[in-house]
Structure formats: structure tokens, C-alpha cells
């Protein structure tokens, strides 16, 4: 691939990409839809508790009831 095929090549994948940027609906996200009843914001430490606490908190009880429940680590009896 030749340089001026190289060049084209970037200035249309970053067209496209402005494009894109440009015309998303996330640029139009201050106008309020019909039914859009925001509540009230979180705090720091609900913040924290909601994305950062509970998933770990789940992936620990997750991890914990495999190793428990786990039967693959026991000898088995012939």
C-alpha cells in the first residue's frame, strides 16, 4: 500500500468518524424525551457502594460458593 492509498485511506476513516461524533444522538442529550423523570443523584459513598463495593462484594460470594460446592479436589473411592 503506497502512501497516497494510505493517506485516503485515514482521511476517509477519520471523515467517517466526525461524522459519526457529529450526528450521535449523545450531542442532543440536554433535550428532555417524553416520561424522563430523572431522580435524585447518588452520593460519593453510594457511588462507591453501588459500582465499585457490591460487584466485588458479589464476585468474592461468587468465587466462594465455587471453591465450597467445588467436588472435582476430593479423591474419589473405587
Known amino acids: 500500500m503506497d502512501k497516497k492509498n494510505a493517506l485516503r ?12 461524533l457529529l450526528m450521535s444522538p449523545a450531542a442532543s442529550a440536554l433535550t428532555r424525551d417524553d416520561g424522563d423523570d430523572p431522580g435524585p443523584g447518588l452520593s460519593v459513598a453510594e457511588t462507591v457502594g453501588l459500582f465499585v463495593v457490591l460487584p466485588i462484594g458479589l464476585f468474592v460470594l461468587i468465587a466462594g460458593l465455587v471453591m465450597v460446592l467445588d467436588k472435582s479436589g476430593k479423591p474419589q473411592q473405587s
Open 9 to 20: 485511506a485515514g482521511a476517509l476513516a477519520a471523515g467517517t468518524t466526525l461524522m459519526m
